[in-house]
Each structure stands twice: as C-alpha cells, then as structure tokens.
C-alpha cells in the first residue's frame, strides 16, 4: 500500500477542542487496511470514549500492544482466581492459589522477555495482590454459579455486536452478584467505565435469563470491596453509551477518518510515536511506513484487521 506522510496540522484538518475539551483532530487512515467484522466489548467502548484512534490502532488495524508489568501482574493474578474458583469450595485454599499464580507467570516467561518487561517485578506485584485477595474476603464461602467464571457474554446486547468475559457470578442474598477482579487500587475517579463494565455485563446475564442483582468490584492493591446494585437507568445508561459509540465508529469506518484525542494518558500509549496529533509528519496510520515503526516496538504484534459495524438504527437509511 502506498505511504503517505501526515504533516503537524493532521491530514484531515487542524487540530479543535473536543467536547471533552482537550486537544483532537480527525486522521485520515490508509484505505488499504482490510476490515472484518468485530464485537465491542466495554473496554473497547472506554478506549473508543480516550481516543478513537487508539481503538482503529487495535482493533481495526489489529496491533496488539505488549504486555505492562500492570497487565502481566493482572493477567497472572486473574487466571489464579480463576482456577481457584473451579474448584470446589473447601478445596480453595491459599497454597493452591499460589501455585496457580506460579504457573501463570511462568507460562508468560517468554512472552515478557520478548516484550522486555522484568518478570521479577511482576512477580512481585502479581504476589502482593493475591495476598491482599486473602484478606477481602474467604472463597470458600463463595457460592458460585454453574458456569459462573470467566464466563462469556454476548454475542449481541441492544442489537450491537458484543463480546465480555465475566470473572465470576455468584448466588448473593439479594439473587446473583457479578463480581470483578482490579489488581489496581481503587480510584474512584476511574469508577465510571468500571461501573460500566459491570453494568453491561448485568444487562448481557439479565437477557440470558439471570437474576443479576448486584454488581462487585474487588481491589486487590488496597484490599477496598466496592458493591452497587443493580437498577434500570444504571443498565439503560450503559446499553445506551454502548450503542451511542458503536454507532460513531461505525461512521469512522465508513468514512476512513478517525479523531485522535489528547489526553493525560498519551504518555503512556504504545502508539504515542506515530500519532499524528503528538508527532509532526508521522505516516499515514495503516500505511506500510507506520505499520513497519510499530513492528519495531518490543512486544508489538499485529493481528489480522477486523472492522468496525454500526448498529442499525430503525428508520434510518439503509
């Protein structure tokens, strides 16, 4: 495909104060990007809400940002808890779950070498919060659901196309809790887009026919359980952020222009070098230029390109 160069003024306008009032511009992509069909999930709408731009990168492009020590640590600690919770109740036991966690991190020795990213730091991260998870709470007291971990949801919700993977479902005293894992800490300025998660989640479980009551979030940095129930405009709010977004990258798409938009985390953004709203006279994003830089980066890698689809909206031309 053919490489064009995008100047410091973007190619396709100057860059405008967004809505959210921080920096962004509309960025023409190479057409030549092949597109397939693709499944939103909640993280896809959070990053689609950061930078639109960012979402094409990853899931339209299909580049696969390498692991963090954040990421690894949360990956490590989240596949222990999930072999914990298959097991049956009183076999859930600490010497267990750190076994799990050894395996985890030693099966992602290779791909964290490649990625150049210190295993002994996330090894002690990963430690420190299934510590931590010991004293939030006793699993053998969790009464899990059949199929209640790391179960799929999907593969539509509010006639968009949706994928989630649920961390675990249990019988609360109220019905059924939907519970997910943060190795993170709790901050509640981040609360919105975890709520949300767990709302979309809830409103995929309740259209499958369960009675889902609560939703949990489970901070294994600081040990903070927080709880909230489950209520109607919380599920329309988030099916409704859902298909608002969905309907706005279905355009992009459509269009070849995405907006790029600035934000404090741009810093830390795996495609940071060849962004042309944070670098002057980058390459057209997808062109082969742009795609061989991002090949460069320890632990890049690209899958096969998959494309955006809007949900139909009744009444609207086809």
Not at 95 to 111: I, N, Q, S, V, W
Request: some cysteine.
């Amino acid at each position: 495909m053919a490489t064009r160069s995008v100047s410091s003024r973007g190619s396709s306008g100057s860059t405008n104060q967004s809505r959210y009032g921080v920096p962004e511009r509309s960025v023409e992509v190479d057409p030549g990007v092949a597109p397939r069909p693709l499944r939103w999930s909640a993280s896809s709408v959070s990053t689609f809400e950061q930078c639109p731009l960012k979402l094409w990168w990853g899931k339209v492009a299909g580049w696969q940002e390498g692991p963090s020590i954040a990421t690894a640590a949360g990956s490590a600690v989240h596949g222990a808890l999930e072999d914990l919770f298959r097991l049956e109740p009183t076999a859930r036991t600490e010497p267990f779950a750190e076994a799990a966690l050894a395996r985890a991190l030693e099966g992602a020795r290779d791909e964290l070498a490649a990625a150049e990213v210190p295993i002994e730091q996330v090894r002690s991260k990963a430690e420190a919060a299934l510590e931590v998870y010991w004293q939030v709470e006793d699993p053998t007291v969790i009464d899990v659901i059949a199929d209640g971990v790391e179960r799929e949801v999907g593969p539509e919700l509010g006639d968009v196309p949706f994928i989630g993977f649920v961390d675990r479902i249990a019988h609360s005293a109220t019905g059924v809790r939907v519970t997910d894992y943060k190795t993170g800490a709790a901050k509640p300025r981040y609360f919105g887009p975890y709520f949300r998660q767990q709302y979309l989640y809830a409103a995929a479980l309740i259209e499958s026919g369960l009675d889902v009551t609560e939703i949990e979030l489970l901070f294994l940095a600081d040990g903070r359980r927080v709880t909230r129930p489950v209520y109607d405009a919380a599920l329309d709010r988030a099916v409704g952020t859902l298909q608002s977004v969905a309907e706005a990258g279905g355009v992009m798409a459509q269009q070849g222009v995405w907006t790029a938009r600035q934000s404090p985390l741009c810093g830390w953004c795996s495609f940071e070098s060849v962004c042309p709203l944070r670098r002057s006279r980058v390459p057209t994003p997808g062109s082969l230029e742009s795609d061989q830089l991002l090949a460069a980066l320890p632990g890049m890698s690209q899958r096969p390109p998959v494309a955006l689809e809007a949900p139909h909206v009744p009444g609207a031309p086809e």
